[in-house]
């Protein structure tokens, strides 16, 4: 993640993988004509007001800017008609149920495979 | 909407989830999104700012032109794209100090700055900086401003999206455009701190 060496987290843009593809995956639908941008920060301004506002709730979760982001996103395309939180769960749930090595089971200790050299 | 708390596994797993039902749907491509991961966390960033600010310095017309309309004043750099569409600069002089804001979300001029690191999108700024301007600037970013320095705050909305001007410091006569944006920090565009003096040239 872009940022300088030692530097502190709130020095960083993202600080995690999944925050900086939400953010792709939300300009991606912008340029695909999704919605207007203004619609979408309208979403995250929303998010971010209550959570704001739930500021005595002792369950409250700790402040994360990108759910927020992710949560305007749902909720705009979900608005729009386009996908249901139920199909997102149901994905979702795919995608943790694929386990972590599905594709690497089994160490390999030799090359998979040598292209001699000619001599 | 869920109400549990999710992990972080679970969140990456929605991102992940998301993604595929819309490349499913034909919105978008996994290379489009690459791309765009690509271009804002490694392409765009202050650097862009910086050479704009600097042209300002330098040329005195140009200034003129980007306090007039900025993101006219940066398409003849070919600087712009999305979040700069409205951009607007204010420049800070011996009496007045500009420090930009998004009180509601994080609204901030990507073309020329990049995307905002995590402390301009926390609540703690965000609300803080309004209230009390230099003590936010003095006790989180080290930046002491004089009482006889106004201070103020501007906060980007709707798709106004407000940046520093730094003042030019002093000992930077006859330097180069390049060298010059080499002084202008991101902090300084957003306006908590100050562009750099250059090194003072060592005795031989």
């Known amino acids: 993640m872009a940022g300088l060496p030692g ?7 993202f600080t995690a993988p999944w925050e900086l593809r939400a953010f792709a995956v939300a300009v991606a639908a912008y340029n695909n004509g999704q919605y207007e ?33 992710l949560t ?14 139920s199909q ?30 000619v001599r | 909407m869920s109400t549990h708390v999710r992990t972080k596994e679970e969140i990456a797993a929605r991102v992940k989830a998301l993604e595929s039902i819309l490349i499913e749907k034909g919105i978008m491509t996994t290379a489009a999104v690459d791309r765009l991961a690509e271009i804002y966390e490694n392409e765009v960033g202050p650097q862009l700012g910086a050479k704009v600010a600097a042209r300002a310095w330098a040329d005195p017309d140009f200034k003129q032109r980007l306090l007039a309309n ?15 569409e409205d951009m607007v600069v204010v ?9 930009i804001v998004c009180t509601l979300c994080s609204c901030y001029p990507w073309p020329v700055l990049g995307l905002p690191p995590n402390w301009y999108k926390e609540p703690a700024y965000r609300s803080r900086i309004v209230r009390q301007p230099r003590k936010v600037l003095r006790e989180d970013f080290g930046y002491e401003l004089p009482d006889s320095v106004e201070v103020r705050v501007w906060d980007s909305s709707s798709e106004m ?17 390049p060298d010059l944006a080499a002084l202008i920090t ?19």
């Open chain 1, 37 to 69: 941008w203004s619609e979408f920060q309208l979403s995250l301004i929303e998010s971010i007001r209550q959570w704001e506002q739930s500021g005595q709730d002792p369950d409250r979760e700790p402040w994360s800017y990108y759910e927020h982001w």
């Open chain 1, 88 to 117: 997102l769960d149901e994905r979702t749930k795919a995608v943790l149920a694929i386990p972590r090595d599905a594709s690497h089971q089994a160490a390999h200790p030799e090359p998979v495979a040598v292209d001699p050299a």
């Open chain 2, 161 to 177: 999206r407000y940046w520093v001007l730094p003042m030019r410091p002093e000992g930077t006569d006859g330097l180069s455009e």
């Open chain 2, 91 to 99: 420049e800070n002089t011996a009496d007045v100090h500009n420090v």
């Open chain 2, 70 to 84: 900025a993101s006219k004043a940066c398409a003849e750099l070919g600087i712009g794209g999305l979040q700069g």
């Open chain 1, 72 to 85: 305007a996103l749902e909720t705009v395309l979900a608005g729009s008609g386009l996908l249901s939180e």
């Open chain 1, 7 to 13: 530097g502190r987290d709130g020095e960083l843009a």
């Open chain 2, 186 to 204: 991101r902090d300084s565009m957003i306006g908590v701190g100050p562009a750099r003096s250059p090194t003072p040239a060592r005795a031989s």
